[in-house]
């Protein structure tokens, strides 16, 4: 590869091991980088910028990658030219202009995957191996070492699968259905037999009355002409009776005529004597009314008083014998002045104790109106929505971690020393836009991991949350002593002038232990965090000593000082956007809210018992009121007792003095009553002699006379007549009834005639039955499902009305014992039946197609998993020897929960460097780094010998181990490395030990970069090679 920014230094790589040593800071992972990118990787994978212009040295406007890789049919050159300006890069294929997609295309076929761990390990991912889940491993393995096709069988399978379990829960969701449809359709069978056979009944009831009306007009019709033939018989008879009766009626008329003259002077002498008759009579009622009545109630009033005074007399004699009785019990009584006083000073102490608890108790509301309660609930109820809404977020990215977190709540009390949940939830930012630095700082690993104060506890915690219950969690311990208030290398004050702010422990806050360890370990309390003013001045703030890691306002800068030359090396990244320390939740504040919450909650408990208190206080106050007043009453009872007897007394002298003589009223009033009648007796005497002055009454009865005589011959007239007068009004009645009974039969029959037609669907101009309904009967056929059935014709009906009305009940009562029904069963029950078809036949294809995929993955799943349990076989070989080697143990196995879940497959790896201890599952918190590194390095030497990529890059793996394991694990890579069947392999150091081994197959290439570097023209490989040899032979 060859890599130039403002020169053009070439590489040219050995087919084995390629050991790359320099320095730090003279850019050995420049070369790495220019393998990333020049193969047309993310900037991603390389973990240090997220734009390609960061990558071309500092103050160069671009900077261009040539790599020449080998190939069967003739190499393939790739240039890459990078502009700073625009990020944007021109690329080149041998030679001629080309795009990326075109270079990624050529870069896969050859199987190189710069994306891929487990074959480019940059320096900044090393750490990340150990991160990977046994998923990730599994697939990164299969792209690297399997055959081409174990990874798209592997993806075949799991589309297979999850085709697979949506044709199951299909399968499994039309069943259900089906069955539900099935057993809904049997349920209501009966009801449908029942619908139908009502509906036989209701049809039935329809063509009776189609007939009915037909049967009606038919009888109405014959009666119309009973009626006619018998209206014209009773006139010929009333004629007859008519023609008879007429001399008798004129004699009549005459003898009336002089009738008439004398009852009309009758009546008026009548009159006359009922005037005078009449004025006696008024004369002798105004007396009664006058006098009479008058005297009666005068006497009846004095009776009633006399009565009543009686009453009063006997009323008041019984009080006073009460009052004496009364009056003799008060005077036995002792002095009740003293028991007066008592309940007196009893009641002062009531008052003072209630005036005190009531200056409590206004104490109390005052506090509690400081606290404003529901202010309080509103914002803790607000912090706790926050974390709910951080829960969300953490159940989202990480179910087991959210899992791991509701078992701690309900087991926290399992643990001796302090635990919290993960880093996540229980930092809270002060500025949510202050978070994006936090959470850029803190690795998500971190920000999901628990923290425990003691490592007992963190070892409980993962046996049973991740080895029993398999949930893959992350956990940390905080250092023994404290770090969390470890001051920073240099104060911030003195880092102001640059736009720094502040550190960025200070932007959050957390629990002291979780504090302690993101200090210790990501030294949050000396990264400095500032604004674009920094950016601004990055040339000059880069050169500060004591600053490793920093932040601008949209960057992140570290710094690394060679140890050699003492040049600083930078990198920057963007800073990400938060995602999940946005919303802070204060602990300390959401802490103190609920202290004082419990002291409202407390105030009120005390505020409750000071009421009953008061109640109780309150009762007993007026038990004594009403004690005190008793004995007040008991105290003036008696002397008021003796003036109510002499009030009494002088009452009753009164009305004993003030007495009516009955006898002498009775007298009085018989004496006014004599009058009176006297009274009377004088009008109708006088009535009696104006009466004989006049003659009307004498001149009245020969009238009556003469009368008699003509009413008598009248009389005998009529009774001839009347005879025959009520024989022709027979005749008259009974003409008029046929006459109104005809009428009325007639508008009948035409009104029937019509209801036959309108239920019928007869033309108006119709009178006759349609030929349809007479003779012919009617088939019915109400659904596919129903049965048919046939409705008589109205030739087969009765032809009564007495048998239709009969047969109309019949029908109509079977019908009503159907109840409950409607046609909305019935068309339910037949939609659901083709629903019931529809699901069978889905239910059939959905089936065949189950069976087809379960086939194809029984088929995949062979082709797969065999060559896969051979693969991981062949490593784990590979990787235990490694292990044993190194006086450790090591195994790699194929992971699954369940066999048939494809997508949980992973490969597992577990180690052990002491013999004390059991194999234990490669993790990112369970190891040291160096034990990590060494499991990392002996996993992809295990992998060597089975690539099937043109090479593979190890960047600075050896970082961290002891010279024990390092010594290992390199002689591991010079022997696997160097082996002919083995692809071509770059392993970048900055340091060696002495005297390692060393292979003849292997490439030792140099990095001599820096201010205290010779240049490149001056460099003389001979004359080092002999000063060497010179050296080695003194």
């Known amino acids: 590869p060859r890599y130039r920014p403002n020169n053009r230094p070439v590489i040219y790589p050995g087919p084995n091991l390629n050991m790359i040593v320099g320095a730090n800071g003279t850019g050995k992972s420049s070369i790495v980088c220019a393998i990333c990118l020049g193969l047309a990787g993310k900037t991603a994978i390389l973990g240090r910028g997220d734009k390609v212009g960061l990558y071309v040295k500092r103050g160069c406007n671009k900077g261009s990658v040539e790599i020449e890789l080998h190939k069967a049919k003739g190499n393939l050159v790739i240039n890459r030219e990078i502009h700073v300006e625009n990020n944007q890069s021109t690329w080149m294929l041998n030679g001629k202009h080309s795009s990326q997609k075109t270079v990624e295309e050529e870069v896969k076929a050859l199987q190189i995957q710069v994306s891929n761990l487990c074959q480019f390990l940059p320096q900044e991912k090393v750490g990340e191996f150990a991160k990977m889940t046994k998923i990730e491993l599994l697939e990164a393995t299969e792209k690297s070492v399997g055959p081409p096709e174990m990874y798209e069988f592997h993806c075949e399978l799991k589309t297979f699968r999850t085709k697979e379990r949506e044709l199951e829960n299909v399968c499994k969701e039309k069943a259900s259905a089906l069955e539900k449809f099935k057993q809904r359709n049997e349920r209501n069978k009966h009801d449908v037999e029942r619908y139908y056979e009502k509906k036989r009944h209701l049809d039935n009831i329809k063509m009776l009355e189609k007939k009915k009306p037909w049967v009606e007009y038919e009888t109405a019709r014959k009666e119309l002409e009973g009626v006619k033939k018998s209206r014209e018989d009773a006139k010929k008879q009333l004629k007859t009776v008519r023609e008879s009766q007429a001399p008798m009626l004129k004699k009549i008329q005459h003898i009336d005529s002089q009738l008439r003259p004398i009852e009309n002077q009758m009546k008026d002498k009548t009159v006359s004597i009922r005037e005078a008759s009449q004025k006696c009579k008024q004369k002798q009622d105004q007396l009664d009314r006058k006098h009479r009545e008058d005297i009666k109630q005068a006497f009846s009033l004095k009776q009633t008083e006399a009565a009543d005074r009686q009453k009063r007399i006997s009323n008041t004699r019984r009080m006073i014998d009460d009052l004496r009785a009364e009056l003799a019990n008060v005077g036995d009584q002792s002095d009740v002045t003293p028991r007066i006083d008592a309940v007196n000073a009893e009641l002062r102490r009531i008052q003072e104790e209630k005036a005190k608890m009531e200056g409590e108790k206004a104490d109390m509301r005052r506090e509690k109106d400081n606290l404003n309660g529901e202010l309080l609930k509103n914002r803790l109820r607000s912090l706790d929505d926050m974390m709910k809404i951080k829960e969300e977020k953490l159940r989202g990215r990480s179910k087991d971690t959210y899992a791991a977190v509701q078992w701690l709540r309900q087991n926290k009390h399992i643990f001796s020393g302090n635990v919290y949940e993960p880093m996540m939830l229980v930092i809270s930012v002060r500025n949510p836009n202050h978070a994006k630095y936090v959470e850029n700082h803190i690795p998500f690993n971190d920000l999901r991991a628990f923290v425990f104060q003691k490592r007992e506890d963190m070892e409980k915690f993962m046996m049973e949350v991740r080895d029993s219950q398999n949930l893959r969690v992350n956990s940390v311990f905080a250092p023994e002593e404290s770090c969390a208030t470890r001051a920073p290398s240099r104060p911030i004050e003195s880092l102001k002038r640059f736009g720094f702010f502040a550190y960025l422990r200070e932007l959050f806050d957390a629990p002291e232990e979780v504090m302690s360890y993101l200090c210790?370990?990501?030294?949050?309390?000396?990264?400095?965090?500032?604004?674009?003013?920094?950016?601004?001045?990055?040339?000059?703030?880069?050169?500060?000593?004591?600053?490793?890691?920093?932040?601008?306002?949209?960057?992140?800068?570290?710094?690394?000082?060679?140890?050699?030359?003492?040049?600083?090396?930078?990198?920057?990244?963007?800073?990400?956007?938060?995602?999940?320390?946005?919303?802070?939740?204060?602990?300390?504040?959401?802490?103190?809210?609920?202290?004082?919450?419990?002291?409202?909650?407390?105030?009120?408990?005390?505020?409750?018992?000071?009421?009953?208190?008061?109640?109780?206080?309150?009762?007993?106050?007026?038990?004594?009121?009403?004690?005190?007043?008793?004995?007040?009453?008991?105290?003036?009872?008696?002397?008021?007792?003796?003036?109510?007897?002499?009030?009494?007394?002088?009452?009753?002298?009164?009305?004993?003095?003030?007495?009516?003589?009955?006898?002498?009223?009775?007298?009085?009033?018989?004496?006014?009553?004599?009058?009176?009648?006297?009274?009377?007796?004088?009008?109708?005497?006088?009535?009696?002699?104006?009466?004989?002055?006049?003659?009307?009454?004498?001149?009245?009865?020969?009238?009556?006379?003469?009368?008699?005589?003509?009413?008598?011959?009248?009389?005998?007239?009529?009774?001839?007549?009347?005879?025959?007068?009520?024989?022709?009004?027979?005749?008259?009645?009974?003409?008029?009834?046929?006459?109104?009974?005809?009428?009325?039969?007639?508008?009948?029959?035409?009104?029937?005639?019509?209801?036959?037609?309108?239920?019928?669907?007869?033309?108006?101009?119709?009178?006759?039955?349609?030929?349809?309904?007479?003779?012919?009967?009617?088939?019915?056929?109400?659904?596919?499902?129903?049965?048919?059935?046939?409705?008589?014709?109205?030739?087969?009906?009765?032809?009564?009305?007495?048998?239709?009305?009969?047969?109309?009940?019949?029908?109509?009562?079977?019908?009503?014992?159907?109840?409950?029904?409607?046609?909305?069963?019935?068309?339910?029950?037949?939609?659901?039946?083709?629903?019931?078809?529809?699901?069978?036949?889905?239910?059939?294809?959905?089936?065949?197609?189950?069976?087809?995929?379960?086939?194809?993955?029984?088929?995949?799943?062979?082709?797969?998993?065999?060559?896969?349990?051979?693969?991981?076989?062949?490593?784990?070989?590979?990787?235990?020897?490694?292990?044993?080697?190194?006086?450790?143990?090591?195994?790699?196995?194929?992971?699954?929960?369940?066999?048939?879940?494809?997508?949980?497959?992973?490969?597992?790896?577990?180690?052990?460097?002491?013999?004390?201890?059991?194999?234990?599952?490669?993790?990112?918190?369970?190891?040291?780094?160096?034990?990590?590194?060494?499991?990392?390095?002996?996993?992809?030497?295990?992998?060597?010998?089975?690539?099937?990529?043109?090479?593979?890059?190890?960047?600075?793996?050896?970082?961290?181990?002891?010279?024990?394991?390092?010594?290992?694990?390199?002689?591991?890579?010079?022997?696997?490395?160097?082996?002919?069947?083995?692809?071509?392999?770059?392993?970048?150091?900055?340091?060696?030990?002495?005297?390692?081994?060393?292979?003849?197959?292997?490439?030792?290439?140099?990095?001599?970069?820096?201010?205290?570097?010779?240049?490149?023209?001056?460099?003389?490989?001979?004359?080092?090679?002999?000063?060497?040899?010179?050296?080695?032979?003194?």
Not at 572 to 589: C, F, G, I, K
Not at 703 to 728: F, I, N, P, Q
Not at 907 to 923: A, C, D, G, N, P
Request: glycine share 4%.
């Open 520 to 1034: 210790n370990q990501y030294k949050v309390h000396d990264v400095p965090v500032g604004t674009d003013q920094t950016k601004a001045m990055i040339k000059t703030v880069i050169e500060e000593p004591y600053l490793k890691v920093l932040y601008t306002a949209e960057e992140k800068y570290s710094l690394k000082k060679s140890f050699y030359s003492g040049k600083t090396s930078t990198s920057n990244s963007a800073v990400r956007p938060s995602q999940y320390l946005t919303m802070a939740v204060d602990a300390e504040e959401k802490r103190q809210l609920e202290e004082q919450i419990r002291s409202m909650q407390a105030i009120d408990v005390q505020m409750s018992a000071m009421q009953e208190r008061t109640a109780k206080l309150d009762r007993r106050d007026n038990e004594l009121r009403a004690q005190k007043k008793g004995l007040s009453e008991m105290k003036g009872k008696k002397r008021q007792l003796e003036q109510k007897i002499s009030t009494k007394q002088d009452s009753l002298r009164q009305m004993e003095q003030g007495g009516i003589d009955l006898q002498k009223a009775e007298e009085e009033t018989k004496a006014q009553i004599s009058a009176v009648n006297s009274q009377k007796v004088a009008i109708v005497a006088e009535f009696m002699a104006h009466m004989k002055v006049h003659s009307h009454i004498m001149e009245k009865v020969y009238m009556a006379l003469e009368t008699v005589g003509m009413t008598a011959e009248k009389t005998k007239l009529e009774t001839d007549c009347r005879e025959g007068s009520a024989e022709l009004r027979v005749l008259e009645q009974a003409c008029a009834m046929l006459e109104q009974r005809k009428a009325r039969l007639l508008e009948m029959c035409k009104g029937l005639m019509r209801r036959a037609r309108e239920i019928c669907n007869m033309d108006p101009g119709e009178s006759a039955v349609p030929p349809d309904l007479h003779t012919v009967s009617i088939v019915l056929h109400n659904s596919t499902r129903s049965p048919p059935f046939i409705l008589p014709a109205f030739s087969q009906l009765p032809d009564t009305m007495d048998e239709i009305d009969a047969m109309l009940n019949e029908e109509r009562s079977r019908a009503e014992c159907f109840t409950g029904l409607s046609e909305n069963v019935v068309d339910e029950y037949n939609r659901r039946e083709q629903e019931i078809k529809n699901l069978e036949k889905e239910l059939d294809e959905k089936s065949n197609a189950l069976k087809t995929y379960r086939q194809n993955i029984s088929e995949a799943k062979e082709r797969w998993l065999n060559p896969l349990k051979q693969l991981v076989e062949q490593i784990n070989d590979k990787f235990s020897d490694f292990f044993r080697s190194m006086q450790c143990a090591g195994e790699v196995d194929l992971h699954s929960e369940n066999e048939e879940e494809y997508d949980k497959y992973g490969i597992r790896i577990r180690v052990k460097f002491r013999s004390s201890t059991q194999l234990h599952e490669l993790t990112a918190h369970h190891q040291s780094g160096g034990e990590r590194s060494v499991s990392t390095m002996l996993y992809l030497m295990a992998l060597q010998e089975l690539n099937r990529c043109p090479f593979r890059v190890v960047d600075e793996i050896n970082q961290g181990m002891d010279p024990v394991n390092e010594r290992r694990v390199f002689d591991i890579v010079v022997r696997t490395a160097c082996k002919e069947t083995t692809s071509q392999y770059f392993f970048i150091t900055p340091k060696l030990l002495q005297n390692l081994q060393y292979a003849d197959e292997m490439t030792v290439l140099c990095v001599h970069n820096g201010p205290h570097m010779l240049p490149p023209n001056k460099w003389d490989e001979k004359a080092f090679t002999r000063r060497c040899v010179r050296r080695k032979g003194k």
